[in-house]
């Protein structure tokens, strides 16, 4: 499914590139120019939409709302209040058959995510979670995404294989 260029409408520094990336911020009562506007909104829109298409009956999506950067659409409020829109404005939900979100990393840690996926065999090494990373796929060390990376493998006692332009 091809989704429009979130950037279009501006608002984040993740989005446009007058915007710079902020270094990690410990308060999650200001949340930060790395906010995408309405992006999970948008992403959980395209696939409810998909879902009743193809007749699925669960979406997954990989909010967490314990090491994150304060983002409103990582919430469970916000993900209890998709579930009511699923029920009650889709053909599926009028059908009392609507798709059931599932978020099965919302309450986890970093560390607990980290561990689940090496569990399942995750290579890590294949994944950057960066909001600032360079053409080389180079982690900045700086960043909130960075902060919570670090400290997530350090919790974990895994061995971080990110790149990191700083040291971790």
């Known amino acids: 499914i091809k ?26 009562n200001i949340i930060p120019t790395t906010y995408v506007p309405c992006r999970n909104l948008i992403f959980l829109s395209f696939a ?13 999506i990989g909010v967490n709302a314990i090491d994150y950067s304060g983002y409103p659409d990582c919430r469970a409020e916000f993900i ?7 029920n009650i404005g889709t053909k599926m939900g009028s059908e009392n058959n609507p798709a059931i979100l599932e978020t099965p990393l919302i309450n986890l840690s970093k560390q607990e995510i980290i561990t689940l996926g090496t569990t399942l065999g995750v290579d890590y090494s294949l994944s950057v979670s960066c909001y600032n990373a360079n053409n080389k796929l180079e982690a900045c060390g700086k ?26």
């Open 3 to 28: 989704i429009p260029d979130l950037g279009v409408m501006g608002g984040s520094s993740l989005t446009q590139n007058n915007l710079d990336v902020p270094n990690f911020v410990d308060n999650k």
């Open 48 to 60: 409810c939409a998909y879902a009743e298409v193809i007749g699925a009956n669960k979406i997954y």
């Open 80 to 86: 209890n209040s998709m579930q009511n829109v699923i």
């Open 143 to 168: 960043c909130d995404s960075c902060y919570y990376r670090k400290k997530g493998f350090i919790e974990a006692k895994c061995k971080d294989p990110t790149l990191y332009l700083t040291t971790p």
